[in-house]
């Protein structure tokens, strides 16, 4: 024999003790996030034998050929591309709900009724001090309610802006760490623990940056990873050691734009979409806001302006502005409002003024063009709700099968602990029969 029993023993001992770490590593792992189960694959050691005979072989004992991470590559994909989308739709559900409670907590809608209802009042009696009051009241709590809503859509933007911007410093740091396994991955040797760690590693940071944004991954023979981000034709964030720099720019609306160096990235998946997404649904809603004060002020002071006040004197501006947060109550009292027509006299009874500015009203119809603004936003929470709930049951699936793959089975690990054992305590009986037998040999006279 080219070999001999203390040698095959020795391989015995040696393979089951690495089997054996092994084993515990996974047993230890079993409810650690993110960890992949490993398996060790053992192959023969195998001699030709001596003078010449190539045809003779001998076996020689056994080694560990490689260390297995039972992770499937595609369901890796599918689990980062399921879960950006979740994220993407969970990102956006919350902004928006968060811009659909600012409009219904301003009461604007409410205001605009209340404003409406008292100027019908006014025309049973133009003269009543107390019905112009009234109006008056209404005037200034609608120009507030509006302010309002201003103030809290802008503190959803400002929300948005500072939580899309802190996304961007983790994708960064991610990408930098990232960059740092990628080198030590191309310096770790093969089947090594510190290459499984290193796989685990990168894995992990793959899974938490596609949480951000939507990635293409291409991985190299030695496990290293190049990465873009905005989908296979996106700029690259990550290659070998190198990371470039993710950046984002706030437009003067309030809306988000991301790049990569000097590229620019478009995200369909990702925190950062999402946030991107209800920011560019804020500034509609925003802007249609703005549109609804800026046409109330320019309807009601045009009317105005057409007939006479209680004084008698040419009607004047009611309101300012031209956005919901610049939207202001200027005048006086509320014997500034021209309910008669032009030329009237001081207390006149008068009303034809107030009708047109009535019927002025009625054509805008400041009322339902409110109920427009909240229906758009609640429809669109609804719709969007609806996407994420179907997509978190997407990505929950992708998760569980690839848990069922990669994840630890602690009944097969506990099997594998005492087959390891018992072959661990096997060839250490060989190499003690082998030594009783080389004593026995020696012995003898």
Same mark, same amino acid.
């Given at each position: ?278 920011? &560019?649904?804020? !500034? @509609?809603?925003?802007? +249609? =806001? %703005? *549109?609804? $004060?800026?046409?109330? /002020? ?102 569980? &099968?690839?848990? !069922? @793959?990669?994840?630890? +089975? =602690? %009944? *097969?690990? $506990?099997?594998?602990? /005492? ?27």
């Amino acid at each position: 024999m080219s070999s001999d029993l203390l040698s095959i023993g020795r391989s015995g001992v040696k393979a089951a003790r690495i089997a054996l770490d092994v084993t515990a590593q996974n047993i230890a792992n079993a409810s650690t996030d993110g960890y992949v189960r490993r398996s060790v694959s053992l192959s023969e050691v195998a001699t030709t034998g001596y003078f010449g005979t190539s045809r003779d072989v001998s076996l020689s004992g056994v080694r560990v050929s490689q260390i297995q991470r039972n992770a499937d590559a595609f369901r890796q994909a599918e689990v980062r591309r399921t879960g950006a989308d979740t994220a993407r739709a969970e990102a956006e559900v919350k902004g928006l709900q968060n811009v659909e409670a600012a409009l219904e907590q301003s009461n604007a809608y409410g205001s605009i009724n209340d404003f409406l209802s008292a100027l019908q009042q006014l025309k049973h009696n133009p003269t009543d001090t107390s019905l112009r009051a009234s109006v008056f009241e209404a005037a200034r709590s609608m120009t507030g309610t509006f302010q309002i809503a201003a103030q809290e859509l802008d503190a959803v933007g400002s929300g948005l802006q500072f939580t899309a911007n802190l996304g961007v410093s983790e994708v960064n740091r991610m990408a930098a760490e990232l960059a740092r396994t990628n080198l030590r991955l191309t310096r770790a040797s093969d089947a090594s623990s510190d290459q499984t760690k290193l796989l685990d590693q990168r894995d992990n940071l793959l899974q938490q940056i596609s949480q951000y944004g939507d990635i293409s991954t291409t991985f190299a023979s030695d496990g290293s990873v190049q990465v873009r981000m905005g989908g296979s034709s996106g700029p690259l964030l990550v290659d070998g050691g190198t990371a470039t720099t993710l950046t984002a720019t706030t437009a003067s609306n309030g809306t988000m734009s991301f790049a990569l160096g000097s590229a620019a990235v478009t995200l369909s998946g990702g925190s950062l979409a999402g946030e991107a997404q209800a920011l &560019a649904k804020l !500034a @509609q809603i925003h802007g +249609d =806001l %703005d *549109t609804l $004060a800026g046409k109330i /002020v320019t309807t009601v002071n045009t009317a105005n302006a057409n007939g006479s006040d209680l004084d008698g004197n040419p009607g004047g501006a009611i309101f300012s502005g031209t956005s919901a947060a610049s939207f202001t109550l200027v005048a006086a009292s509320g014997r500034k409002i021209a309910t008669a027509a032009a030329g009237a006299t001081a207390g006149s009874r008068d009303a034809s003024n107030l009708n047109a500015l009535q019927s002025a009203l009625d054509a805008d119809d400041p009322s339902v063009a409110m109920d427009g603004i909240l229906f758009d936003i609640s429809a669109t929470v609804n719709g969007r709700k609806i996407t994420r709930d179907a997509l978190t049951t997407i990505s929950d699936s992708a998760r569980t &099968a690839l848990a !069922a @793959q990669s994840g630890v +089975d =602690l %009944d *097969t690990e $506990a099997v594998n602990l /005492v087959r390891y054992q018992q072959a661990f305590q096997a060839s250490g009986r060989v190499m003690q029969v082998a030594t009783t037998l080389f004593d026995t040999l020696l012995n003898i006279r």
